[in-house]
């Protein structure tokens, strides 16, 4: 079973650029994620999907961040412009549905923003 | 607000040491917990998740930890570890029915040969 798919898996910009990570989850797997790991911390959830439907984006940053999941499948996650603090990697994750089923994570984009 | 503490920021052991990482949760509600753990240069990973019934679970690799409703708490142990685990471990709660994890900072553990 091919795992979730993340890319670019590492990205360098300057600050007030704009980024764009992209995830592919396990396929048939009803909701994804994307979660923020800062350096040193645990990851934290910016948002869920259930299909293409926002679930929870109650700790996304929605005056820079953003992210869709238009077909229910693959999701794209953008920072637009970005800040010295969102250097972090980027994590997605998917299950087959919400609630009590295991989390299958991918393995990340790290952005280091200059 | 609900969090996760883990106590250990890095452990450092010797092979054949035993382990135990602790992981307190402040969520008084029903949750599940897990444990995932982080090899260098690997993806995240579930190493144990408790749900229900018995509170001591049994993982991967020969890691278990011990679910104490008291004291809200979910312990990493391993009774003899090896340089291969060597990795960072992270503790986690999911809250029933939302589906979002909250994890810990994480433990660095290092295992000296």
């Known amino acids: 079973e091919a795992g979730v798919a993340q890319s670019p898996r590492y990205k360098i910009i300057e600050k007030r650029q704009s980024v764009a990570f992209w995830c592919n989850p396990i396929?048939?797997?009803?909701?994804l994620y994307w979660y923020q790991q800062i350096l040193g911390q645990g990851p934290k959830l910016l948002i869920q999907?259930?299909?293409?439907?926002?679930?929870?984006d109650s700790q996304l940053p929605k005056d820079r961040f953003s992210a869709e999941r238009l077909k229910g499948v693959d999701s794209t996650l953008k920072i637009q412009p970005a800040k010295l603090e969102d250097s972090a990697v980027y994590l997605c994750?998917?299950?087959?549905?919400?609630?009590?089923?295991?989390?299958?994570f991918g393995p990340g984009t790290r952005l280091t923003v200059t | 607000a609900q969090s996760v503490s883990q106590h250990n920021h890095h452990v450092i052991l010797s092979e054949a040491a035993s382990l135990e990482l602790g992981c307190n949760y402040s969520y008084g509600g029903t949750v599940n917990l897990f444990w995932y753990v982080q090899y260098p240069g690997q993806h995240l990973q579930l190493l144990l998740k408790y749900f229900s019934g018995d509170p001591l679970v049994k993982g991967i690799k020969g890691f278990e930890a011990e679910f104490i409703k008291s004291k809200f708490s979910f312990n990493l142990r391993k009774p003899s570890v090896q340089w291969s685990d060597t990795a960072e471990y992270f503790c986690?709660?999911?809250?029933?029915?939302?589906?979002?994890?909250?994890f810990g900072k994480g433990t660095k553990l290092s295992v000296k040969p």
């Open positions: 396929s048939g797997h009803a909701t």
């Open positions: 994750a998917s299950s087959l549905d919400r609630g009590d089923y295991e989390q299958y």
């Open positions: 986690a709660v999911l809250k029933r029915s939302q589906g979002n994890l909250i």
């Open positions: 999907f259930q299909n293409n439907g926002v679930v929870d």
